[in-house]
């Protein structure tokens, strides 16, 4: 790991591509819309080995990532590369894979479902220290579609994929030069940390340094990673008055979120909704939730809105099924592509739903030509 301040800063191609994609990344802040201020190290899967900083998308915890009515579709891959010396050229790869039949990345070439080989941070002339944003597609009409045939979720859904940026060995970093990627160590990663993320005690590693020739692992870290999709994004973010893990106020969106803390020893997390979409940044938003997640459904919220078409699957509830109907539970407007909703305040979450997963989901309807669109769905683990 190396400290993160005193980095310069740089962004990579056009703006353009970041208004007609939406970057699903599972970070303690909003990379796009707000200054980061919970990131202490910058780091690499493995240390100055080769490895393969992974992104786990599960169904565990996230449905509907990138649903374009039944497939999965990403177009490429957003990330902060941290460079020791930016003079010098940094070789990298992006990759998507499978993940394996029971736990973790299959690190085999077979289940790579992408892999883009050989790339290279921009040229500069500046010796110092600093950080390339990088907005990098794929350059395949439609998108990445995601399809195992050989699974049992959903319509062919894998119940796990892999996204990453697979890094070569480097032995000069961090002392001379070599990259790295913005991470935000959580508490039970017991290094120095004092930013970054504030999950609760117990909860499970969120990312994986993919490996070859050896087992890969999980890292107790949030990476500034994650693939571009082109509907719209749901975050739970936990609210901890008492922590400054953030080094700024507001709510927690990375495993605060996933995983808050409500015992009463002594916290006791608030819990808000963040949705986010660049492509209808002045979009009506009906939020919903239910009990644990759904089996997918095709059907919006019952009489509201009245949509022209709707895009993706509900994974909070069916209408048409009296049943599993999901539960309204607000509307508003975006404003500038983003809008939170408070959904309980810190000290106000009863101890007796411990132990329930809460499923949060909503839907971002653009008046201006009908069409609206399922975000993904996400839970809490209470």
Not at 10 to 36: H, K, M
Not at 308 to 325: E, K, M, N, Q
Request: charged residues 15%.
């Amino acid at each position: 790991m190396q400290l993160f301040p005193s980095l310069l800063t740089a962004t990579t191609l056009s703006v353009t591509l970041a208004a007609q994609v939406n970057p699903f990344v599972f970070y303690p802040q909003d990379p796009e819309r707000q200054t980061l201020t919970c990131t202490s190290y910058v780091g690499r899967p493995d240390v100055a080995n080769a490895g393969e900083a992974l992104m786990e998308i599960s169904v565990e915890h996230f449905r509907g990532v990138g649903d374009a009515n039944g497939i999965i579709r990403m177009f490429g891959i957003y990330h902060w590369l941290a460079d020791e010396k930016l003079s010098t050229t940094e070789t990298y790869d992006l990759v998507v894979r499978r993940g394996t039949a029971a736990n973790g990345p299959d690190m085999s070439a077979a289940a790579e479902y992408l892999r883009v080989s050989g790339l290279t941070s921009p040229p500069s002339t500046n010796p110092l220290r600093g950080t390339w944003i990088l907005y990098e597609g794929f350059n395949i009409t439609g998108g990445l579609v995601v399809y195992d045939v050989n699974t049992t979720v959903g319509a062919g859904i894998p119940d796990r994929f892999y996204v990453g940026i697979g890094l070569p060995a480097n032995p000069l970093w961090p002392a001379t030069d070599g990259h790295s990627l913005f991470r935000a160590d959580m508490i039970g990663a017991n290094t120095a940390a004092t930013l970054g993320d504030n999950e609760r005690a117990g909860a499970p590693h969120p990312t994986w340094a993919g490996k070859q020739g050896v087992p890969s692992f999980t890292t107790p870290w949030t990476y500034v990673l994650g693939p571009f999709v082109t509907s719209p994004n749901l975050h739970i973010g936990g609210v901890d008055p008492l922590s400054t893990r953030l080094g700024a106020a507001g709510a927690n969106f990375g495993m605060n979120g996933l995983y808050p803390d409500i015992g009463g020893q002594p916290r006791r997390d608030g819990l808000i909704v963040r949705v986010t979409d660049n492509l209808a940044p002045f979009s009506v938003v009906v939020l919903g939730g239910s009990v644990g997640f759904k089996p997918a459904s095709y059907w919006g919220f019952p009489g509201f809105p009245p949509f022209t078409s709707l895009i993706g699957h509900s994974f909070i509830g069916d209408p048409g099924w009296s049943a599993d109907v999901p539960t309204l539970l607000a509307a508003g407007v975006l404003s500038n592509g983003v809008r939170e909703f408070t959904l309980a305040l810190p000290n106000t979450l009863s101890t007796a739903v411990i132990g329930n997963d809460l499923a949060f989901q909503a839907i971002v309807w653009d008046v201006n030509n009908g069409i609206a669109e399922w975000t993904n769905a996400q839970e809490t683990h209470l």
